[in-house]
């Protein structure tokens, strides 16, 4: 969410080259796509009942005339019942700015819902809806830039189906500002996903988010993969940039490294590979 948008079609040409490389493997099994993290784009998926899943990563953000990185980004989800997931998410950002001194602090706060309302199993249509408060950042660390001021209710839909080997999510979604000093806000992704071994599963997606009645307008795109050391224990990763990434204020580098632990029996053990 940043300046205008202006396509680079040749950034464009690359992220469809992405795309078509997964849609040739199609000997591989049928797996739905990974929703964030690592990617930015939610998917309807939840832990499972009583069942743990965290995610522990840094994200770097870096602009023309900031550098933000996430570090770490806490996500921390819970699963009561099978179709639906309590969440917590908040990170802690270093940002280096042009004629600023480095700042350090805690971001926005998240805490939401997840209700898969619409549940077919990997090979048919699932939906849901994930409503999150974003509540308003303290006000040193709005005044650094690292926090945007204000609370909002995100109330966005997911939507997951697998088209042949590849897994689609589609999300979209809208922020309602609950203080006058919050701003409206929408967001679109894309994802997909497919697994090319057991445990590798390679993802992309592309993103738009836009901050209404003002300038600021990202697209971006991204490509990169999960890892499954254990069924509890499995590497996120991702990099990018915006289709504009030049122009000023766009993401001209945008990344996510970290892992995911996944824990059963409400947290008192790590998930069994069964």
Same mark, same amino acid.
């Given at each position: 969410?940043?300046?205008?948008?202006?396509?680079?079609?040749?950034?464009?040409?690359?992220?469809?080259?992405?795309?078509?490389?997964?849609?040739?493997?199609?000997?591989?099994?049928?797996?739905?796509?990974?929703?964030? !993290?690592?990617?930015?784009?939610? #998917?309807?998926?939840?832990?499972?009942? *009583?069942?743990?899943?965290?995610?522990?990563?840094?994200?770097?953000?870096?602009?023309?005339?900031?550098?933000?990185?996430?570090?770490?980004?806490?996500?921390?989800?819970?699963?009561?019942?099978?179709?639906?997931?309590?969440?917590?998410?908040?990170?802690?950002?270093?940002?280096?700015?042009?004629?600023?001194?480095?700042?350090?602090?805690?971001?926005?706060?998240?805490?939401?819902?997840?209700?898969?309302?619409?549940? =077919?199993? #990997?090979?048919?249509?699932?939906?849901?809806?994930? !409503?999150?408060?974003?509540?308003?950042?303290?006000?040193?660390?709005?005044?650094?830039?690292?926090?945007? !001021?204000?609370?909002?209710?995100?109330? !966005?839909?997911?939507?997951?189906?697998?088209?042949?080997?590849?897994?689609?999510?589609?999300?979209?979604?809208?922020?309602?500002?609950?203080?006058?000093?919050?701003?409206?806000?929408?967001?679109?992704?894309?994802?997909?996903? =497919?697994?090319?071994?057991?445990?590798?599963?390679?993802?992309?997606?592309?993103?738009?988010?836009?901050?209404?009645?003002?300038?600021?307008?990202?697209?971006?795109?991204?490509?990169?993969?999960?890892?499954?050391?254990?069924?509890?224990?499995?590497?996120?990763?991702?990099?990018?940039?915006?289709?504009?990434?030049?122009?000023?204020?766009?993401? *001209?580098?945008?990344?996510?490294?970290?892992?995911?632990?996944?824990?059963?029996?409400?947290?008192?053990?790590?998930?069994?590979?069964?």
């Amino acid at each position: 969410m940043f300046s205008s948008l202006g396509l680079n079609w040749r950034l464009v040409r690359a992220a469809l080259g992405f795309i078509g490389v997964i849609l040739l493997a199609a000997n591989a099994r049928i797996a739905l796509a990974q929703g964030a !993290p690592p990617l930015l784009t939610n #998917d309807p998926g939840t832990p499972g009942a *009583e069942n743990w899943e965290i995610n522990l990563g840094t994200m770097p953000v870096i602009t023309d005339a900031t550098t933000q990185v996430q570090v770490p980004q806490f996500d921390i989800n819970y699963g009561v019942g099978e179709k639906i997931q309590l969440t917590f998410e908040v990170p802690v950002v270093w940002q280096s700015a042009a004629a600023q001194p480095n700042a350090t602090g805690w971001s926005n706060i998240y805490a939401g819902l997840k209700w898969r309302f619409l549940d =077919h199993g #990997d090979k048919g249509w699932n939906v849901s809806t994930f !409503p999150q408060f974003e509540f308003g950042g303290t006000p040193a660390a709005v005044r650094t830039g690292i926090a945007i !001021p204000g609370t909002r209710l995100l109330m !966005p839909v997911e939507v997951e189906h697998a088209l042949g080997p590849i897994g689609v999510d589609v999300e979209g979604g809208y922020y309602f500002p609950l203080s006058a000093d919050a701003r409206e806000e929408r967001i679109l992704g894309f994802a997909f996903g =497919h697994f090319f071994t057991p445990k590798f599963q390679a993802v992309g997606e592309i993103y738009d988010d836009k901050v209404m009645a003002a300038p600021l307008h990202s697209t971006t795109f991204d490509a990169g993969g999960t890892y499954v050391f254990h069924k509890g224990l499995q590497l996120l990763f991702m990099a990018g940039r915006s289709f504009n990434g030049n122009a000023s204020g766009q993401p *001209e580098f945008l990344a996510y490294l970290g892992v995911r632990i996944m824990l059963e029996r409400n947290g008192l053990a790590l998930h069994s590979e069964e």
